[in-house]
């Protein structure tokens, strides 16, 4: 028999599903705070500015008094000279009437010195009392001609020459009166070695005003001696006095013949020569056709040059405008030693 099936167990029945949950509303995304806006940095606080050193000026060249033997006469004068090197060249600074050789040494500002500038460039300096003046004045008081004063410095020369280091010889810087004794110096047998001469204030013929020849040590020149007042430093007339000298006999006579003996010496000059006139020199006739007529009598130099030196009067190396005449005097030198003296270019 069969068996009886057994009857099918029900499948139980489906559990229900859970509902499904319904999600959480999405939270809403909080809006990005906006940064901040970025801080301005501080503006930069200006460095201080720098505190400038107070330059340190070198101490001025020791000038000491000097004691030569010229053929006899006693010369008295200043030197400076280079500290440790031997001196490139001697230069030689001759002072205008009534002055002595201090006139070179910055009367009222040490900027204003040749003696000390010269030193500092490497040149010895040798400021000379002419004869009739400072030590030879005991054996020449009534002084000597301009051509005796040449030939007596010449001597001074020869004797500095023995005892010192001259490097490439010997350039004269002159002033006035030293100009025209300069120019005796230039001319004579002895001068054609000089490597040149720049002269300061001396021309060839006076101009009007000048012609009656005032007393340079007292009233009626000032105006031809100093120019505007404005152009010497405070103190400057003052202290002049200590440099003012009687001026002797012997050359005194020899100013009115001036004018005569300039074209006798001028053709015998050998030697580069600049001319420098300040911007209110009254002393001499500067008009074109008179400075081309001096010129054009220094027939034999290889060198002339004429220079007018702005806010300057007739006393260039006691006045404001020292250290810018002393300056182109010392680079006239350099040009004269780097062109060969003689053989130099005649402008």
Same mark, same amino acid.
Request: charged share 15%; glycine share 10%.
């Given at each position: 028999m069969t068996a009886p099936v057994a009857p099918a167990v029900p499948a139980e029945p489906a559990?229900?599903?859970?509902?499904?949950?319904?999600?959480?509303?999405?939270?809403?995304?909080?809006?990005? #705070?906006?940064?901040?806006?970025?801080?301005?940095?501080?503006?930069?606080?200006?460095?201080?500015?720098?505190?400038?050193?107070?330059?340190?000026?070198?101490?001025?060249?020791?000038?000491?008094?000097? %004691?030569?033997?010229?053929?006899?006469?006693?010369?008295? /004068?200043?030197?400076?000279?280079?500290?440790?090197?031997?001196?490139?060249?001697?230069?030689?600074?001759?002072?205008?009437?009534?002055?002595?050789?201090?006139?070179?040494?910055?009367?009222?500002?040490?900027?204003?010195?040749?003696?000390?500038?010269?030193?500092?460039?490497?040149?010895?300096?040798?400021?000379?009392?002419?004869?009739?003046?400072?030590?030879?004045?005991?054996?020449?008081?009534?002084?000597?001609?301009?051509?005796?004063?040449?030939?007596?410095?010449?001597?001074?020369?020869?004797?500095?020459?023995?005892?010192?280091?001259?490097?490439?010889?010997?350039?004269?810087?002159?002033?006035?009166?030293?100009?025209?004794?300069?120019?005796?110096?230039?001319?004579?047998?002895?001068?054609?070695?000089? %490597?040149?001469?720049?002269?300061?204030?001396?021309?060839?013929?006076?101009?009007?005003?000048?012609?009656?020849?005032?007393?340079?040590?007292?009233?009626?020149?000032?105006?031809?001696?100093?120019?505007?007042?404005?152009?010497?430093?405070?103190?400057?007339?003052?202290?002049?006095?200590?440099?003012?000298?009687?001026?002797?006999?012997?050359?005194?006579?020899?100013?009115?013949?001036?004018? %005569?003996q300039y074209p006798r010496l001028a053709g015998r000059i050998t030697s580069p020569l600049r001319?420098?006139?300040?911007?209110?020199?009254?002393?001499?006739?500067?008009?074109?056709?008179?400075?081309?007529?001096?010129?054009?009598?220094?027939?034999?130099?290889?060198?002339?040059?004429?220079?007018?030196?702005?806010?300057? /009067?007739?006393?260039?190396? %006691?006045?404001?405008?020292?250290?810018?005449?002393?300056?182109?005097? #010392?680079a006239f030198l350099e040009e004269c030693l780097l062109l060969g003296g003689g053989d130099a270019?005649?402008?």
């Open positions: 559990v229900p599903v859970a509902p499904a949950v319904p999600a959480a509303p999405a939270v809403p995304v909080v809006p990005a #705070v906006p940064a901040a806006p970025p801080v301005p940095a501080a503006p930069a606080v200006p460095a201080a500015p720098a505190v400038l050193a107070t330059p340190v000026v070198p101490a001025a060249p020791a000038v000491h008094a000097v %004691i030569l033997d010229a053929d006899g006469i006693e010369m008295s /004068g200043l030197l400076a000279e280079p500290e440790g090197v031997e001196p490139r060249a001697v230069i030689v600074a001759i002072h205008g009437r009534g002055m002595c050789a201090d006139y070179f040494n910055g009367l009222t500002d040490p900027a204003g010195s040749l003696l000390a500038l010269g030193a500092r460039l490497g040149y010895s300096v040798l400021a000379l009392d002419r004869p009739g003046y400072g030590a030879s004045a005991r054996q020449l008081p009534e002084g000597q001609p301009l051509g005796e004063q040449a030939t007596t410095l010449h001597a001074a020369l020869t004797d500095f020459a023995r005892h010192h280091r001259t490097g490439a010889g010997f350039f004269v810087v002159a002033h006035s009166d030293g100009g025209k004794v300069s120019l005796h110096m230039a001319a004579q047998e002895a001068g054609a070695s000089l %490597i040149g001469l720049d002269i300061n204030g001396c021309g060839w013929r006076y101009a009007r005003e000048a012609r009656h020849f005032p007393d340079t040590l007292g009233g009626g020149a000032s105006r031809l001696n100093w120019g505007p007042l404005n152009l010497y430093a405070p103190g400057t007339f003052r202290a002049s006095r200590s440099l003012l000298r009687s001026v002797p006999r012997r050359e005194e006579i020899q100013t009115a013949v001036w004018p %005569i001319l420098t006139f300040a911007e209110h020199e009254l002393w001499w006739e500067l008009d074109d056709a008179s400075l081309t007529s001096m010129t054009g009598r220094l027939t034999a130099a290889p060198r002339v040059t004429v220079d007018r030196l702005p806010a300057a /009067g007739h006393n260039i190396s %006691i006045g404001r405008a020292a250290r810018t005449y002393h300056l182109r005097a #010392v270019r005649r402008v």
